[in-house]
């Protein structure tokens, strides 16, 4: 663990230096690394405000949609987690029911390959249409082409609009090495909170998990995405250091608590 954590710590620095920020900032990852995270008592009631409650395929239509909202308000939900197009959908729904879920939406997903005008305007478009947060997966190519000032770049284009931001890493595609800088460039950017995996490329794995809450100490969120379809894993995840958890299976989860 102190290995991994003075790895952290000297990879904080030369990133800083490579991409010409404040040391100030590695400084700050030095901290989180030495702050203790404690795991919050995990019930039924608790994992359901952890939960973002997720449909993202490519085929939901407008009643899946309005199905996710209202279950997310019957539940406890903390939020949804729909596609772009339909964030107005969601929005009108909340207003009419005057439902308390956050409004969650995909930037640049599933692949992370777009340019930094589009991430921009995409999520500037999904803020204007009601999203409360916005999941950009980071460009994971310039990311394994060792592009990092181009990676960080692009990233901090999304960070612009004043909405909480968790940047999906799409850990299981990653080597350790790359899994750091990928959480430390979410970190240098301005992310909020650093998400594991969109689900569709990736799952999510504790050791990820834990590797996130590290760096993330107590400033940044954790979310773990990908694969979570019962209560063990949920529990496991949240065990780890998973603050949030991105599902598809909540209400079964919840059903069978």
Known sequence: MDNLKEKITKRAKELADILGISPVEAKKIEENLNTGYTVPEISKET??????????????AENDVLRICLEAENYGFKA????????????????????????????????????????E??????????????????????LKSKKLKECFEILKSAV?????????????????????????LAVFA???????????????AAEDVKLLR???????????AGGIRDKETLVAMMKAGAD????SSSVSIMENW
């Open 214 to 224: 590290m760096i993330a100490g107590n400033r940044l969120g954790v979310k773990a």
């Open 190 to 204: 301005g992310a909020d909170m650093l998400k594991t995996s969109t689900g569709v490329n990736g799952k999510a």
């Open 47 to 60: 994992a359901a405000k952890a939960i973002d409650h997720t449909i993202l395929s490519f085929n939901a």
């Open 244 to 247: 949030r958890i991105g599902c």
């Open 160 to 184: 612009k609009t004043e909405t909480y931001v968790k940047v999906i890493l799409e850990t299981s595609a990653l080597s350790e090495e790359e899994k750091i800088d990928a959480a430390l």
């Open 80 to 119: 949804v987690c729909i596609n772009p197009v339909w964030i107005k959908t969601a929005a009108d729904f909340r207003k009419k029911e005057n439902a308390s879920f956050k409004i969650a939406t995909v930037i640049d997903f599933p692949l992370g390959a777009s340019t930094a005008a589009a991430k």
């Open 121 to 142: 305007a995409e999520s500037k478009q999904a803020v204007a249409d009601g999203a409360d947060e916005i999941d950009v997966v980071i460009n994971i190519g310039l």
